[in-house]
């Protein structure tokens, strides 16, 4: 996809879809604090690296580009959300990027290409939401993407979404819940450095930026909201070691449940 084709691109699908987000967003009272906006370029390719701790996350991430500029993020996900019926369509009307994690190259060269185009690609350097709601291990994609294509790398915090709706965990209506987004200059990665070497250097960025959000953001009110502060302030949620079974059993889980649905009927 060429750059004159990214701007001739209408948006039948994705501008209505942020402005029924803004609606729900007021329906639920959701008190947003946007800090660094600034920091997510106006023009040209970015790669927005974000921690992953709600459902809200994806439209979270797009705030600030929305904010500064009117601009979209196309987002990697997961092939299973192009396959459902009701989000399907509407992930491929915005122009989003499915990932299959058994042939992972396409989607990454389809998110190069829109990268060079002039694209910001939203990426999530965990893959999959942290139960543990601080940073696990990073997948090296974000990292290589930039490299490659010579943009920025910009790091992205949020919290707060995942008191109402995250893994593992029925949605809790409730309003009024602070969000905290929180944009970082982009990073100043070195000559010839590795997507190893920059991951790194991303995950330290986005862990010393998460613990300032989470330490700043209010305390559970109440033993019963524990569940959502990290262990390594006091809370309930699992430590990283803790979650790890958890999560894996979750995957399992969701792949016998597809293999179920698969297997033809006797």
């Given at each position: 996809m060429t750059s004159s084709q990214t701007k001739r691109r209408r948006e039948w699908v994705y501008r209505p879809v942020i402005r029924v987000a803004l609606a729900l967003f007021r329906l639920l009272g959701f008190r947003f604090t946007l800090n660094g906006i600034e920091n997510v370029p106006t023009a040209g390719g970015a790669v927005l690296a974000c921690n992953h701790v709600s459902y809200f996350d994806f439209?979270?991430?797009?705030?600030?580009?929305?904010?500064?500029?009117?601009?979209?993020?196309?987002?990697?996900?997961?092939?299973?959300?192009?396959d459902n019926p009701v989000a399907g369509p509407l992930m491929r009307g915005m122009h989003h990027?499915?990932?299959?994690?058994?042939?992972?190259?396409?989607?990454?060269?389809?998110?190069?290409?829109?990268?060079?185009?002039?694209?910001?690609?939203?990426?999530f350097p965990e893959s999959t939401i942290s139960r543990a709601f601080?940073?696990?291990?990073?997948?090296?994609?974000?990292?290589?993407?930039?490299?490659?294509?010579?943009?920025?790398?910009?790091?992205?915090i949020v919290w707060g979404g995942h008191r109402v709706w995250t893994s593992g965990r029925k949605p809790i209506l409730r309003r009024r819940v602070p969000i905290v987004i929180e944009v970082a200059p982009p990073l100043e990665l070195?000559?010839?450095?590795?997507?190893?070497?920059?991951?790194?250097?991303?995950?330290?960025?986005?862990?010393?930026?998460c613990q300032k959000v989470q330490r700043s953001y209010p305390a559970p009110d109440s033993d019963a909201e524990q569940w959502w502060q990290p262990s390594y302030l006091?809370?309930?949620?699992?430590?990283?070691?803790e979650a790890k079974p958890i999560e894996a059993a979750a995957i399992a889980a969701r792949a016998a449940r597809k293999q179920k649905k698969r297997k033809p009927a006797a």
């Open positions: 439209m979270f991430v797009g705030l600030p580009a929305h904010y500064n500029g009117r601009r979209l993020v196309r987002f990697m996900a997961k092939k299973s959300v192009f990027i499915p990932v299959d994690r058994s042939a992972g190259l396409g989607a990454y060269e389809s998110a190069l290409d829109a990268l060079r185009s002039g694209e910001l690609i939203g990426v601080v940073p696990r291990t990073f997948k090296t994609g974000a990292a290589r993407m930039a490299i490659e294509a010579d943009a920025p790398l910009v790091p992205v070195p000559e010839g450095i590795t997507a190893i070497e920059a991951t790194a250097l991303l995950h330290e960025a986005m862990t010393q930026m006091g809370g309930a949620a699992p430590t990283l070691e």
